[in-house]
């Protein structure tokens, strides 16, 4: 049996040739499950389609024998089977052996002790990890550098790829804070990561905002590795989290030379101020 016959269409069996080719795109790129369940057998079925504006939006869930519940992720592809987007939702998680049952309960307690403090002794903890009403945001420091190399995936061909973003022009740089935000509580929340998603204060007093690090990526034939940033993922556009979900990447600013931020002001779907 090949890949492709390990899938349930359920009820969508008319929309058989988008669901094909978003499956074959998400098997041409099984690296984004990540080590701990790339080379693990899975068997997809269809949960929804979505369409709006000629774009559909394609919810797979798969099994993976071993592990109790079902992962979840979607394709947008457009009109002309042009795939646009690929977002892992949830991940499977492993059947709990009953020997653990007893540490899981100590564990509810201590959280249930400790979870208290933790929110009153943030700070001394992790200054940079902050939470608001729905999310969690865990930020790194701010970099800056002329320009960012990296490599990452086309979103139109899956194919890995050689990428840089510069600075606009000679009396700037680019910032960039790698952020990794999480929904704690909501069943379902959507983050618009646009220009207005945040606020930068910077150290000369002036507020900034981020720009779209997929429209100012261009191509290049080779990294140059005195600017590359290894683990770097743009953060940008609409970015569904069902609860217990996160996403992780880099928000784009640019700064006049010299000039550094002090405070992000998170406001997409909530608001969360971390200051460095």
């Known amino acids: 049996m090949n890949d492709l016959e390990k899938i349930n269409y359920k009820k969508f069996q008319d929309s058989k040739e988008i669901i094909d080719i978003s499956l074959s795109f998400i098997l041409s790129n099984k690296y984004e499950y990540g080590p701990d369940f790339e080379s693990k057998e899975k068997y997809y079925s269809v949960s929804n ?5 000629e774009i559909s939006r394609i919810y797979f869930s798969f099994k993976i024998q071993g592990f109790s519940s079902s992962g979840e992720e ?25 020997l653990l049952i ?6 509810v307690l201590f959280a249930a002790i400790s979870i208290p403090w933790l929110f009153l002794n943030t700070e001394e903890i992790d200054p940079l990890y902050k939470s608001g009403k729905v999310i969690w945001i865990k930020s790194g420091e701010p970099t800056y550098d002329l320009k960012i190399n990296y490599d990452g995936p086309d979103s139109l061909t899956g194919e890995l790829t050689n990428w840089e973003i510069d600075s606009t022009d000679k009396g700037s740089y680019l910032g960039f804070i790698k952020l ?8 379902t929340i959507t983050l618009n990561v646009d220009s207005n998603s945040a606020e930068l204060l910077a150290s000369n007093g002036k507020t900034y905002f981020p720009t ?6 261009y191509e290049i034939n080779k990294i140059d590795n005195n600017y590359k940033v290894n683990d770097f993922i743009p953060l940008w556009g609409d970015i569904t989290l069902v609860e217990g979900t996160q996403v992780i990447g880099y928000l784009l600013v640019d ?4 000039v550094t931020v002090s405070r992000l002001r998170w406001i997409a ?8």
């Open 49 to 53: 389609i979505e369409t709006d504006n």
């Open 74 to 98: 979607y394709i947008e592809i457009d009109s002309e089977n042009k795939i646009l987007t690929r977002r892992i939702t949830r991940f499977p998680k492993l059947n709990k052996p009953k």
């Open 102 to 107: 007893a540490i899981t309960m100590f564990s």
């Open 180 to 187: 990794q935000i999480i929904n704690e509580t909501a069943n």
């Open 212 to 217: 779209n690090s997929v429209a100012r990526a």
């Open 255 to 258: 700064l006049p030379k010299d």
């Open 269 to 276: 779907s909530d608001s969360v101020t971390i200051n460095y």
